[in-house]
T-cell receptor, first 113, second 115 residues
Framework: KNQVEQSPQSLIILEGKNCTLQ??????????LRWYKQDTGRGPVSLTI?????NTKSNGRYTATLDADTKQSSLHITASQLSDSASYIC????????????FGRGTQLTVWP | DSGVTQTPKHLITATGQRVTLRCSPR?????VYWYQQSLDQGLQFLIQ???????AKGNILERFSAQQFPDLHSELNLSSLELGDSALYFC??????????????FGSGTQLSVL
């Protein structure tokens, strides 16, 4: 069964600290993986996309990694800011004809001052 | 601002009623997707339309229906509402019918509360 599991479910860190969010998936065949950030009361916004051949990709203070062999991805946030408080959602796209998307339940990150 | 517009932002109604949620995609986008997000669930895909035609169907209940109009805006109709239908409903859009490497642009959602 194609699934996307994220951990931890929630995380609280102090401003300025780093953190890493995890995403494990069983989607096969695999096309790509995206991390979305969802602020409270808003729609998700794409942070980065990882394709099969990519291991690491950075977008400012966000760095995503992908290990397609173990079907794991991580999102590392450095020097966290209060505005990083949000839900981070891992979305995996299958490579079948319809290219269905599989959504994780998200990690709720709270950054305290 | 994603460019995707959803109305209304909030909707409160009673069980058994029918409501219509509206979505205008980004300019130039032909695909519209509807998602349901409950408190304890991730985003659940309901249905996709591409250029006026139904493209893919997810976990959409028979009580729910959708359509995409010639001007590409879309409406999601929810009928015989139950308490469990209370959720955040998102619309998203993209240019093409398949999300090869495209990203989805999400609206701000409609918060539906069924009392």
């Amino acid at each position: 069964k194609n699934q996307v599991e994220q951990s931890p479910q929630s995380l609280i860190i102090l401003e300025g600290k780093n953190c890493t969010l995890q995403c494990n998936y069983t989607v096969s065949p695999f096309s790509n993986l995206r991390w979305y950030k969802q602020d409270t009361g808003r729609g998700p916004v794409s942070l980065t996309i990882m394709t099969f051949s990519e291991n690491t990709k950075s977008n400012g203070r966000y760095t995503a990694t992908l290990d397609a062999d173990t079907k794991q991805s991580s999102l590392h946030i450095t020097a966290s800011q209060l505005s990083d408080s949000a839900s981070y959602i891992c979305v995996v796209r299958g490579s079948s004809t319809l290219g269905r998307l599989y959504f994780g339940r998200g990690t709720q990150l709270t950054v305290w001052p | 601002d994603s460019g995707v517009t959803q109305t209304p932002k909030h909707l409160i109604t009673a069980t058994g009623q029918r409501v219509t949620l509206r979505c205008s995609p980004r300019s130039g986008d032909l695909s519209v997707y509807w998602y349901q997000q409950s408190l304890d669930q991730g985003l659940q895909f309901l249905i996709q339309y591409y250029n006026g035609e139904e493209r893919a169907k997810g976990n959409i209940l028979e009580r729910f229906s959708a359509q995409q109009f010639p001007d590409l805006h879309s409406e999601l109709n929810l009928s015989s509402l139950e308490l469990g239908d209370s959720a955040l409903y998102f619309c998203a859009s993209s240019v093409g019918p398949r999300l090869t490497n495209e990203k989805l642009f999400f609206g701000s959602g409609t918060q539906l509360s069924v009392l």
